[in-house]
């Protein structure tokens, strides 16, 4: 039986660092409008939704011909992509960061990827990750790290730098968490019924909760650098790659 698919692009007005980005320019339409039609001509999802609580953002979409759905107000973007889906049929859901214009096809692919091999259901969400390489991108806690065990499973997230670099005479490899995540329907309902869990009230990190819940996280590693816009200066970055096109 084949898998329904769909893509939901949490979205809120008032970003803590650089409110109102999504409602910025990159050329002649807004960074919600770009991520939202580069998420629809991916061809990978049955359908493409924006979940907000901001009018101004819902109207964006509808008025360029898009699907929007009004959402009360949450703290995290998993909670809100919950509230949007729980009356959607649908089997598997990716959650696709706003403020990341540019994502390519492939990572997506094999996100999903993961849950058509995943028979037994074992696997409650993928995500991506990239190797980190310069010290400062390291050490940046806006870049939010994760480890792995062997198989390739989250074992936890972090601003701070892990793993702690104790024995030199061995290469540290160093990876940051992109925040694209594709989930099991049932287990995105079940984080949004759970109670913000301790470590991830700490870290402001909101898949920590999947982890102290004891659910399990498929790490996908991706080259794939696009750019995140948190900052202002992010923006100008964003408007950059897009002039190259």
């Not at 409650?124 to 790290?145: C, G, R, T, W, Y």
């Amino acid at each position: 039986m084949m898998m329904k698919i769909i893509a939901v692009i949490p979205a809120r007005y008032e970003a803590s660092r650089f409110p109102g980005k999504l409602m910025q320019k990159l050329g002649e339409k807004t960074v919600i409008s770009t991520t939202y039609e580069n998420v629809v001509k991916t061809g990978l999802f049955s359908d493409v939704f924006v979940a907000t609580d901001s009018e101004i953002i819902f109207n964006e979409i509808q008025s360029n011909g898009g699907k929007a759905v009004m959402t009360g107000q949450h703290e995290t973007g998993s909670d809100r992509i919950a509230e949007a889906v729980e009356n959607i049929n649908c089997d598997i859901v990716v959650n696709v960061q706003g403020d990341e214009p540019f994502l390519k096809t492939e990572p997506l692919k094999q996100l999903m990827e993961v849950f058509q091999q995943d028979l037994n259901k074992k696997i409650s969400l993928a995500s991506l990750k990239i190797k980190l390489q310069n010290q400062e991108d390291i050490e940046n806690p806006n870049h939010v790290k994760v480890i792995t065990d062997l198989n390739g499973f989250a074992l936890y997230f972090s601003r701070s730098v892990i793993p702690y670099h104790r024995e030199k005479s061995i290469d540290a490899e160093y990876f940051r968490h992109i925040g694209v995540y594709a989930f099991r329907k049932e287990a995105l309902l079940k984080f949004s019924r759970l109670p913000m869990s301790p470590l991830e009230k700490l870290e402001k990190i909101e898949c920590i909760r999947y982890l102290e819940n004891g659910m399990k996280i498929k790490m996908i590693e991706t080259d794939f650098v696009g750019v995140g816009i948190d900052v202002p200066e992010d923006l100008e970055k964003a408007r950059a790659i897009l002039n190259q096109k």
